[in-house]
């Protein structure tokens, strides 16, 4: 099963990834964790997207595609795959139906009003070291300032600063948003409220997995 989990930056897509992962399996690529490790190692790639990222701008297709078309043709992502945070453009997404065009692919749309984005985007504190995700009030660290995993201490992201934030929301209004269109038209988007708590979100997501995992076994067993 190849799953994109699509909705605007702060809508809950790691964190629901990571939850996906653990029921089902497949690994979650998330292209922006995939940038980051670039920028930290100094690649010539890494290079390119520093700028663009601290600036809340998207990194170019040719980019982003070549990391994806790199990251799922690893053996593990052979029976699936979630992908976090990728496609952003249409190109893109025209792209993947390229490099892997198997289905099911299912769109989980996780909605959230842009001012709940906002102030969950300010008060977002990551793991350097294990990549967990805490947020004040809905998923904070058990000790102040330290993850609960591995007891790293905890950094906010360098583009999750207040005018790079409201950038990066632009940006998804401006050039992400219309592929809910896109993919409404393929019958593949499956929108989910993403204003409630995490455990009622991945309820809401199990429930549309599960059914086109039932699908997906029928249409193997009448083929
Ligand atoms: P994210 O962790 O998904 O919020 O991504 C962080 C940043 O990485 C974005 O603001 C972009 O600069 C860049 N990025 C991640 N994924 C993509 C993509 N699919 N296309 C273009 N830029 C991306």
């Known amino acids: 099963m190849r799953v994109i989990l699509f909705g605007a930056p702060g809508s809950g897509k790691g964190t629901q990834g990571d939850l996906i992962t653990k029921r089902y399996g497949f690994p979650r690529i998330s292209t922006g964790d995939l940038l980051r490790r670039a920028v ?3 690649t010539s790639l890494g290079k390119k997207a520093e700028g663009l990222m601290k600036a809340g701008k998207l990194v170019s297709d ?5 990391l994806v078309r790199e990251r799922i043709s690893a053996a593990d992502c052979r029976k ?3 992908l976090d945070g990728f496609p952003r453009t249409i190109a893109q997404a025209k792209a993947l139906e390229r490099i892997d065009g198997r289905r099911p692919e299912i769109v989980i749309g996780i909605e959230v009003r842009p001012e709940i984005l ?5 008060g977002r504190w990551v793991c350097p070291t294990c ?3 805490y947020s004040h009030g809905v998923r904070a660290p058990r000790h102040h300032g330290l993850c609960d995993i591995c007891r790293s201490e905890l950094v906010q992201r360098a583009d999750d600063k207040p005018e790079v934030i409201r950038e990066r929301i632009r940006v998804y209004e401006e050039e992400t948003a219309k592929l809910k269109d896109y993919y409404l038209r393929q019958n593949t988007y499956r929108p989910v409220d993403g204003e409630g708590g995490v455990e ?3 309820k809401k997501i199990v429930g549309i997995l599960d ?3 039932v699908k997906e076994e029928e249409g193997r067993i009448t083929r």
């Open 62 to 66: 040719e980019i982003v595609e070549e």
């Open 211 to 213: 059914a086109e995992a």
């Open 131 to 133: 990549q967990a995700v």
């Open 118 to 122: 906002f102030s969950r985007l300010t």
């Open 80 to 82: 699936g795959y979630i």
């Open 200 to 202: 009622d979100i991945f």
């Open 40 to 42: 930290q190692d100094r």
